[in-house]
């Protein structure tokens, strides 16, 4: 029989502890996932530099004029503003997350009759609330500051939605401004008490398995068990230190080297080992600095210490 134990840790006094402590299973105000893009407008303009660098310049004319034949262009949705998609913890056991999807709108009458080129009903429910009314489920959908937030129907969310929701242009805003594209990971939109339940919860479960199995060789199991502390490790850093990570993908169409790029940001705590890590590893060249060439299309450096 095997029974897992876990335990609740005592919180540190700091400074996210002068706000009072949240139940253990409440999601945090704010999306601990986004997604998002800065705009269709400027992800055409990319897009037709990247498909005809290519070789492929019809690329995108092919694309949009799909999207007039079907969608009638998606003339319902604002090509300037930014859109994606949120992602909100509920809870951790079991897992309960909400996906809400935020697209800025021309205008309501022109978003509804996008929304309704399908086998749907957008019902206007008062308020700036809609529900699409489909033929196997309902979506519930909400109007604010010109964008319209869709609840999707996955992992059974709240029908009531009630959730308050933040200004996209202003939860985006660092996002848009360093990508294309993006997505980020917001550690600190989860309760700290809820971080510390996930990682007991996490850090046991992975240490069951740490056992050496049966009929399992030594230096098999040694290599085994160096891989998963490290996981380990990796997830208490993320949990413990780490304050957002995000990862996107800029396109840049101007200067001496055109191109594509991804960049990954990590924002660090003060005071913490990753940070100085983070800090001692900038002062080391990497080693591979003589093998990178200007002319090859992809090249992958990497420093540590």
């Keep these: 029989m095997l029974t897992a134990a876990m335990s609740v840790p005592a919180v540190a006094q700091d400074d996210e502890d002068a706000n009072p402590i949240q139940p253990i299973f409440a999601g945090g105000k704010k999306p601990f996932v986004v997604v998002t893009a800065s705009s269709a407008n400027q992800l055409k303009e990319k897009a037709s ?10 690329a995108v004319d092919m694309v949009l004029n799909q999207l007039d034949n079907t969608v009638n262009g998606l003339s319902g949705l604002n090509w ?28 309501k009458e022109q978003f509804q009759s996008m929304m309704e080129l399908g086998p749907v009903i ?46 996209p242009a202003t939860l985006t805003a660092q996002l848009t401004t360093q990508f294309d594209v993006g997505v980020t990971l917001d550690v600190e939109a989860v309760p700290k008490v809820t971080r510390d339940l996930l990682l007991n919860f996490l850090t046991a479960t992975m240490s069951t398995q740490i ?29 413990n230190e780490m304050q957002r990570v995000s990862l996107g993908v800029r396109m840049d169409n101007e200067g001496e080297t055109p191109g594509a790029h991804i960049d990954m940001v990590m924002q660090v705590r ?8 983070m800090m001692a590893s900038s002062t080391k060249a990497s080693y591979f600095t003589p093998l990178l060439s200007e002319e090859s299309p992809v090249s992958l450096s990497y420093s540590g210490v």
């Design 211 to 239: 056992q050496q199995r049966d009929g399992e060789s030594d230096g098999t199991y040694q290599m085994r068990k160096s891989w998963m502390q490290a996981d380990i490790d990796a997830i208490k850093l993320m949990l």
């Design 80 to 107: 300037d503003r930014p859109i994606g998609m949120m992602i909100f913890l509920d809870a951790i056991v079991p897992p309960s997350l909400e996906f809400v999807v935020f697209a800025p709108m021309s205008s």
């Design 49 to 58: 530099f990247m498909f005809e660098a290519a070789g492929y310049p019809d």
């Design 270 to 277: 003060e005071g913490t080992k990753l940070l100085e890590a």
């Design 122 to 167: 957008m019902r206007e429910d008062g308020d700036g609330r809609f529900t699409l009314v489909g033929p196997n489920r309902d979506i519930s959908i909400r109007t604010e500051n010109g964008y319209a937030f869709i609840q999707l129907p996955i992992m059974e969310p709240d029908t009531a939605f009630e959730r308050e929701l933040p200004a």
